[in-house]
Each structure stands twice: as C-alpha cells, then as structure tokens.
C-alpha cells in the first residue's frame, strides 16, 4: 500500500480534484468508480461518466443532499457502518472529496473503501487537514448554518 500527502500549494482539494480524478481515471483506463460523500455536488458529471463508459456510482449518507444531484447512479450509503462494503463493489476507485473529515469512524471509513477494491484498486481522498480553515469550520459552525454557507 502506497500512501502519500501533498500540501495545498501543490493540490487543491475542491476546485482542481475532479480534473485530478478525471485524468486518474483516464490515465489508468479505471472503469468501476465510486464517489464517497458525493453529496448534491459529485465530482464527475454523469456526461463524463457516459462518454467513457465508467460505472459510476455518488454516495452520500444524506439522501436529501443526494437528490439535489444530477445523475441516476445515486445511492444512500453509511461509509462509518462496520464491515459494510460499498453497493456495488467491487470497484477500480474510490475517491472522495472533503467528505473524510466528517468520518465519525475513519477505521471503518477506510476498511470499507479498502475491502470495496478490486485487487490493485484505488482509494483517493482529499480532505481538510487538522486547523486548516475548512476543519476548523466544520468542527465549529453548526451544520445548519454550514449548508446555508455551502
């Protein structure tokens, strides 16, 4: 298993992780996709998803978040439930974006994601780190005020 880190000098985990996850895809001639923490906004649109034949399915705990999205690869999911394989799996990625620091069970999160791969399989995430400003917004602001501010 091969783990790396990148600064946000280098990567910028919102606006530029889809291009990321594209030419992740692309580049690897990935097939089977799973988004963690989709929520209204996934990273790739379902015309990507069509035009180069990927199996793509957005997963999100919040249904309500889920239905603002466009796409019919939708599925309500708990990634924190124990030993609970994504539906669908096995897959060729499994990427997420800022959803790993709202993980109430990280171990489970990331055992679920690793058990969901095919062998040689892909797990991406980009996340907040510890007191960078979007954390320290997630862990303090309300998240009835942080979906008005989203």
Same mark, same amino acid.
């Given at each position: 298993m091969r783990i790396s880190f990148g600064s946000v000098d280098h990567f910028e985990g919102w606006d530029r &992780?889809?291009?990321? #996850?594209? $030419?992740l895809i692309l580049e690897n001639r990935?097939?089977?996709?799973?988004?963690?923490?989709?929520?209204a906004n996934p990273a790739l649109s379902p015309e990507f998803a069509h035009d180069h034949r990927l199996e793509y399915l957005a997963v999100d705990?919040?249904?309500?978040e889920?239905?603002?999205?466009?796409?019919?690869?939708l599925t309500v999911y708990d990634v924190?439930?124990?030993?609970?394989?994504?539906?669908?799996?096995?897959y060729d990625l499994v990427f997420g974006r800022m959803a790993a620091e709202h993980f109430r069970d990280a171990y489970a999160a990331y055992d679920n994601m690793l058990h969901? @791969?095919?062998?040689?399989?892909? #797990?991406?995430q980009s996340f907040a780190? @510890?007191? $960078? #400003?979007? &954390?320290? #917004?997630?862990? @303090?602001?309300p998240e009835s005020v942080s979906d008005l501010l989203l």
């Open positions: &992780f889809p291009a990321f #996850v594209r $030419s990935l097939k089977r996709v799973a988004e963690i923490g989709a929520g705990e919040d249904e309500a889920l239905k603002k999205a466009q796409g019919d690869k924190c439930e124990k030993a609970c394989r994504i539906p669908g799996a096995p969901s @791969l095919v062998p040689g399989g892909i #797990v991406v780190c @510890l007191y $960078s #400003v979007p &954390f320290l #917004v997630n862990r @303090l602001v």
